[in-house]
Nanobody, 122 residues
């Protein structure tokens, strides 16, 4: 299984970015896909998750209403649309995949992508 994250960059506060995570290597119909982030000196934290089959989503409180997770089944790709970005959103963002149907918020995922840097300037 390979997860390839992309789309990070530098943006001003209030701006938007869309992250992509291209998944390959297996069928993900019984997987949950998640986004996590890790800022310097901090632990990795949950951002959002989506159930591949059915598209049920769950968000961390800090991003709810600003971020949207979605998936394109035909392209085997998961997206994280990030709007109204704040400096505290600055982190390396990781996509991850977990077997099963639970929208897990802890980093107990089976596969991880390499991370993409998001920097929000004030």
């Amino acid at each position: 299984v390979q997860l390839q994250a992309s789309g990070g960059g530098l943006v001003q506060a209030g701006g938007s970015l869309r992250l992509s995570c291209a998944a390959s290597g297996r069928t993900f119909s019984r997987y949950v896909m998640g986004w996590f982030r890790q800022a310097p000196g901090k632990e990795r934290e949950f951002v959002a998750a989506i159930r591949w089959n059915g598209g049920i989503t769950y968000y961390a409180g800090s991003v709810k209403g600003r971020f949207t997770i979605s998936r394109d089944v035909a392209k085997n790709t998961v997206y994280l649309q990030m709007n109204s970005l704040k400096p505290e959103d600055t982190a390396v963002y990781y996509c991850a995949a977990r077997s099963g149907m639970a929208l897990t918020t802890t980093p107990e995922y089976d596969y991880w992508g390499q991370g993409t840097q998001v920097t929000v300037s004030s």
